[in-house]
């Protein structure tokens, strides 16, 4: 049984950092997503990790960093500029999506990755 592990959530004032975990990360790809009780679970940021290629979504863009380190089999989250909009409890999730995909669709779809974390919460106030 895979089990993904998040960290690195907290509560932060706006316009701060965080930077979040997620091990382990030997997989194809990896993304983080986010949800709030009110919305359903959307995308951030997904990596193929052999090619290190990144893709953001929507507000991510310009503001998060998706990285990894293979020694440590570790992906890492580097948000900044952080508004109260992204709070959220933050998911990481692994999949196997060959790395010919790019489509914004499969990317951040959630049905695409087959292994989960339980999340880590983001609060920006």
């Known amino acids: 049984h895979v089990q993904l592990v998040e960290s690195g959530g907290g509560s932060v004032q706006a316009g701060g950092s965080l930077r979040l975990s997620c091990a382990p990360s030997r997989y194809r790809c990896i993304g983080w997503f986010r949800q709030t009780p009110e919305k359903e679970r959307e995308g951030v940021a997904t990596?193929?990790?052999?090619?290190?290629?990144?893709y953001y979504y929507g507000s991510a863009k310009n503001r998060f960093i998706l990285s990894q380190d293979k020694l440590k089999n570790t992906a890492f989250l580097q948000m900044r500029d952080l508004r109260p909009e992204d709070t959220a409890m933050y998911y990481c999730?692994?999949?196997?999506?060959?790395?010919?995909?790019?489509?914004?669709?499969?990317?951040?779809?959630?049905?695409?990755?087959?292994?989960w974390g339980q999340g880590t919460q983001v609060t920006v106030s």
């Open positions: 990596m193929y990790t052999t090619s290190g290629a990144t």
């Open positions: 999730a692994a999949g196997t999506m060959p790395s010919s995909i790019q489509t914004t669709l499969v990317l951040f779809d959630p049905l695409r990755f087959s292994y």
